[in-house]
């Protein structure tokens, strides 16, 4: 079966990524629903003319829409991505749902207030409907891998985790907070300030902080800034070993304990061969739609669920409610939050 898929949003992730000559790889839901051969991509909306038609043209899609309810009405689709601010994402969510969408494909923050996400969950639940939030490392093979190698021990029991990132709390910080659940499971509270390094959107600024896992894991969270250059680093320490997660995630260092070449009562790390194959495929976009469609198939929930996405939104919130009381320490999940997040 190939499943008709449309997009709302044809900018960055809908589908502009992919006009960039340095990334190797399928980089948008257009790029993703094109090359998979169980998706066809029939129909994009955007409220930008430009945008609009600038997709249509690259993915050789025929009905464009200006009105994205118009588009759920005339078109008969069974996937729909939504690639649109996150203030947006509840409704469209509801009107897809209303018009027998099957599964929804929607990129990150879920949604801009934690009563918004629960909502569009609820929802999605009631009508059977499979909701998959855009945070793509969980589909990645390299991360996989990488997650596998710590739940087996790889590195033993872990001491420390550092995580670095630019660019927002939630642009940035939803994707870092739901690779660190990946990694690590569920955060017992977090403590929070307001970062000096800058964020370019003031909607959506920088933390630093500090969260504790329910498995007694600690991680120190930095931000940088973006305007200087871009990071997204994860340094994991255990007491066998040493892995950093460098390159934006796609590449690593591993380190194994020996004994110290500069002082003999001590054991130091250094770098060596990595048990984990750097080479090991990194598409994102592409295994999420295949994720998704395999989902369809064989009536299972997707392994970046409504759930998922609203765990990365609690901890967004959590930060800003942290940083507004100054460093207050706030445990989850949350009670109530009433913070609208502003995230592209």
């Not at 190939?2 to 809908?14: L, M, S």
């Not at 709390?169 to 939803?174: F, P, V, W």
């Not at 997204?232 to 690593?252: A, V, W």
Request: with cysteine.
């Amino acid at each position: 079966m190939v499943y008709k898929a449309g997009i709302v949003g044809c900018g960055r992730i809908g589908s502009e990524f992919d006009e960039d000559p340095k990334r190797k790889i399928i980089s948008t839901h257009a790029g993703a629903y094109s090359a998979f051969p169980m998706t066809e991509l029939v129909a994009v909306a955007d409220i930008n003319r430009g945008k609009l038609y600038k997709c249509g043209k690259k993915w050789n899609v025929r009905s464009l829409y200006q009105d994205y309810e118009e588009m759920l009405e005339k078109e008969n689709i069974d996937i729909l991505s939504i690639c649109t601010w996150n203030s947006t994402h509840f409704e469209i969510t509801k009107k897809a749902v209303e018009h027998g969408v099957k599964a929804i494909f929607c990129e990150k923050p879920i949604a801009d207030t934690l009563s918004n996400a629960y909502k569009m969950i609820e929802i999605c639940n009631k009508n059977n409907v499979i909701l998959q939030v855009d945070h793509q490392r969980r589909f990645c093979k390299f991360h996989q891998a990488i997650r596998n190698f710590l739940i087996s021990g790889g590195i033993g029991k872990i001491q420390q985790v550092s995580f670095y990132y630019t660019a927002g709390i939630a642009n940035t910080g939803s994707h870092m907070f739901d690779l660190l659940r990946f990694f690590f499971g569920d955060v017992e509270w977090i403590i929070a300030f307001r970062s000096e390094n800058k964020s370019p959107n003031e909607d959506d600024p920088n933390f630093d902080g500090l969260l504790k896992f329910k498995n007694k894991v600690f991680c120190s969270i930095q931000a940088c800034d973006v305007n200087k250059f871009l990071i997204f680093e994860m340094d994991i320490i255990g007491d066998k070993g040493r892995l950093r997660i460098t390159h934006s995630g796609f590449d690593l260092d591993f380190y194994k304990i020996r004994d110290s070449n500069l002082f003999s009562e001590y054991k130091e790390l250094y770098r060596c061969e990595s048990p984990i194959d750097k080479d090991l495929p990194k598409e994102f976009m592409i295994n999420g739609v295949k994720h998704l469609v395999g989902c369809l198939e064989n009536g299972k929930q997707s392994i970046s669920s409504g759930e998922d996405g609203l765990r990365s939104l609690e901890l967004i919130c959590a930060f800003h409610e942290s940083a507004k009381e100054d460093g207050k320490k706030i445990y989850l999940p949350l009670k109530e939050s009433n913070i609208q997040i502003k995230s592209r």
